[in-house]
C-alpha cells in the first residue's frame, strides 16, 4: 500500500516523510476505499462524533490500547465496522490528570482503564503474541519475567 502512494497520515512529521517517502499526508479522514488511513483518536473523535448510522470504515485499529479510555473504544466501535484492539493491560495504562485517589473514590477504574476493563468483563476474541521480532531472546525473558512479577 505504501509503494502503490495507497497510505495517508494525518499530522505528517518531517522525519516521518523523510523516512517513508511514499506516505502521503491527508487532513480528510472520511473513508477513502482502498486506501489506509493513519491518524490519532483526537483527530479521528470529530469524525466518531459525526457518526449518526452505519461505521463510515470497514476497520478501526486502535493501537498502544492500553493507553485508550473507555470511551475511545466506544469512539473506535462508532467509526469501524470491525475493530482490532492492539495493547497490553500490563503496559502503560492512560495518564489522567485525577489522582488514583480520586479515581477509586468515584469508582472510575473502568473509565479510566478502558483496555483492562474491557478484557477483564467483555465477551471479545482476545489473542496473546508469544513471539517477539524486536527483542533479542534475553530481553523478552526478562521481559517476560517483569511482566509476570508486578
Given at each position: 500500500?505504501?509503494?502503490?502512494?495507497?497510505?495517508?497520515?494525518?499530522?505528517?512529521?518531517?522525519?516521518?516523510?523523510?523516512?517513508?517517502?511514499?506516505?502521503?499526508?491527508?487532513?480528510?479522514?472520511?473513508?477513502q476505499?482502498?486506501?489506509?488511513?493513519?491518524?490519532?483518536?483526537?483527530?479521528?473523535?470529530?469524525?466518531?462524533?459525526?457518526?449518526?448510522?452505519?461505521?463510515?470504515?470497514?476497520?478501526?485499529?486502535?493501537?498502544?490500547?492500553?493507553?485508550?479510555?473507555?470511551?475511545?473504544?466506544?469512539?473506535?466501535?462508532?467509526?469501524?465496522?470491525?475493530?482490532?484492539?492492539?495493547?497490553?493491560?500490563?503496559?502503560?495504562?492512560?495518564?489522567?490528570?485525577?489522582?488514583?485517589?480520586?479515581?477509586?473514590?468515584?469508582?472510575?477504574?473502568?473509565?479510566v482503564?478502558?483496555?483492562?476493563?474491557?478484557?477483564?468483563?467483555?465477551?471479545?476474541?482476545?489473542?496473546?503474541?508469544?513471539?517477539?521480532?524486536?527483542?533479542?531472546?534475553?530481553?523478552?525473558?526478562?521481559?517476560?519475567?517483569?511482566t509476570?512479577?508486578?
Open positions: 500500500m505504501l509503494e502503490a502512494h495507497r497510505m495517508f497520515k494525518t499530522k505528517l512529521s518531517v522525519d516521518e516523510a523523510r523516512a517513508y517517502k511514499d506516505l502521503q499526508q491527508t487532513k480528510d479522514v472520511s473513508p476505499p482502498s486506501n489506509l488511513i493513519l491518524s490519532t483518536f483526537y483527530i479521528t473523535s470529530g469524525q466518531a462524533a459525526q457518526t449518526t448510522n452505519e461505521p463510515p470504515f470497514d476497520f478501526a485499529m486502535v493501537d498502544e490500547a492500553s493507553q485508550a479510555l473507555i470511551g475511545m473504544f466506544a469512539g473506535a466501535k462508532l467509526l469501524g465496522k470491525k475493530n482490532i484492539w492492539i495493547g497490553d493491560t500490563k503496559q502503560l495504562p492512560p495518564v489522567v490528570a485525577l489522582s488514583d485517589d480520586k479515581v477509586n473514590r468515584k469508582n472510575y477504574g473502568a473509565l482503564d478502558g483496555l483492562k476493563a474491557l478484557s477483564d468483563n467483555a465477551s471479545l476474541p482476545m489473542f496473546q503474541l508469544t513471539e517477539t521480532h524486536r527483542l533479542t531472546e534475553r530481553g523478552a525473558t526478562y521481559t517476560e519475567y517483569f509476570r512479577t508486578i
